[in-house]
């Protein structure tokens, strides 16, 4: 078994052609990011990405509940008020969690309380984060990922 059998091994594995890759499905990929907007993490979780969805799907709501506790604010979508407008979009990126709270009546905010920034902040920046995994549970669906 000399050089011309590795050669020839070869030449067959080179004629063989390239399987195409699957055409992305666009419906497919808008579903997932809805799924991953209304459900932190279920995105990934119905494409098979079985880790990052359940971290994604214990993080993002345990950190939008720690904003909650520590007595930060849900802000309310007024046009008037830019910044808070905002603040409103992002927490509006929490999805499911975001509306049991609304729907609860929780995130009134204490503005005296000492914690109050951080509560805000907390709630923002999952709402933010869960913005970013939904377009990288589109990406992972389109194949980009």
Same mark, same amino acid.
């Given at each position: 078994?000399?050089?011309?059998s590795r050669d020839s091994?070869?030449?067959?594995?080179?004629?063989?052609?390239p399987r195409p890759a699957?055409?992305?499905? /666009?419906?497919?990929?808008?579903?997932?990011?809805? $799924?991953?907007?209304? +459900?932190?993490?279920?995105?990934? *979780?119905?494409? =098979? !990405?079985?880790?990052?969805?359940?971290?994604?799907?214990?993080?993002?709501?345990?950190?939008?509940?720690?904003?909650?506790?520590?007595?930060?604010?849900?802000?309310?979508?007024?046009?008037?008020?830019?910044?808070?407008?905002? /603040?409103?979009?992002a927490d509006l990126g929490?999805? $499911?969690?975001?509306? +049991?709270?609304?729907?609860?009546? *929780?995130?009134? =905010? !204490?503005?005296?309380?000492?914690?109050?920034?951080?509560?805000?902040?907390?709630?923002?920046?999952?709402?933010?984060?869960?913005?970013?995994?939904?377009?990288?549970?589109?990406?992972?669906?389109?194949?980009?990922?």
């Amino acid at each position: 078994m000399g050089r011309k059998s590795r050669d020839s091994r070869r030449s067959r594995v080179a004629a063989t052609p390239p399987r195409p890759a699957p055409a992305p499905d /666009a419906g497919r990929a808008l579903a997932a990011a809805a $799924l991953a907007w209304v +459900i932190p993490g279920g995105g990934h *979780l119905w494409l =098979g !990405r079985r880790q990052k969805g359940l971290i994604f799907l214990v993080a993002l709501p345990v950190m939008f509940a720690i904003g909650l506790w520590l007595e930060g604010r849900l802000f309310p979508f007024d046009p008037g008020r830019p910044l808070d407008l905002l /603040a409103a979009f992002a927490d509006l990126g929490n999805g $499911l969690p975001y509306l +049991i709270a609304t729907v609860a009546g *929780l995130g009134e =905010g !204490r503005v005296v309380a000492a914690t109050f920034e951080y509560g805000n902040t907390f709630t923002i920046v999952s709402g933010l984060l869960n913005m970013l995994v939904c377009l990288d549970a589109y990406d992972v669906a389109l194949g980009r990922k």
